[in-house]
Nanobody, 124 residues
Framework: QVQLVESGGGLVQAGGSLRLSCAASGRTFSNYVMGWFRQSPGKEREFVAAISRTGAIAYYADSVKGRFTISRDNAKNTVFLQMNSLKPEDTAVYYC?????????????????WGQGTQVTVSS
């Protein structure tokens, strides 16, 4: 089992920045691909970003590319999502997830463990 706890969400004006954190516990963190997903009311959960076990490879959704950066600190069992130039359409509950596979996946079904989510609201 892996337990994931997100933090760092909040209310920010358009153009602002937030940094989300996800602290993991329970298993060896570096054995997991980590991802961020988001879900807004009435919409399906969508992929945001994912990072390989070592942090060498990162994938992003087209909608956030160039604005968001995913990173991880395996010594601190934490994955981060730096969000810059935020837009109202980025408003959602953001979830981190852990995938025991070896390849970086953009598909939610590949991820076995999920956090409870943190709300991000971007005002216009």
């Amino acid at each position: 089992q892996v337990q994931l706890v997100e933090s760092g969400g909040g209310l920010v004006q358009a153009g602002g920045s937030l940094r989300l954190s996800c602290a993991a516990s329970g298993r060896t963190f570096s054995n997991y691909v980590m991802g961020w997903f988001r879900q807004s009311p009435g919409k399906e959960r969508e992929f945001v970003a994912a990072i390989s076990r070592t942090g060498a490879i990162a994938y992003y959704a087209d909608s956030v590319k160039g604005r968001f950066t995913i990173s991880r600190d395996n010594a601190k069992n934490t994955v981060f999502l730096q969000m810059n130039s935020l837009k109202p359409e980025d408003t959602a509950v953001y979830y981190c997830a852990a995938d025991p596979g070896t390849r970086v996946s953009m598909t939610s079904t590949a991820y076995d463990y999920w956090g409870q989510g943190t709300q991000v609201t971007v005002s216009s």
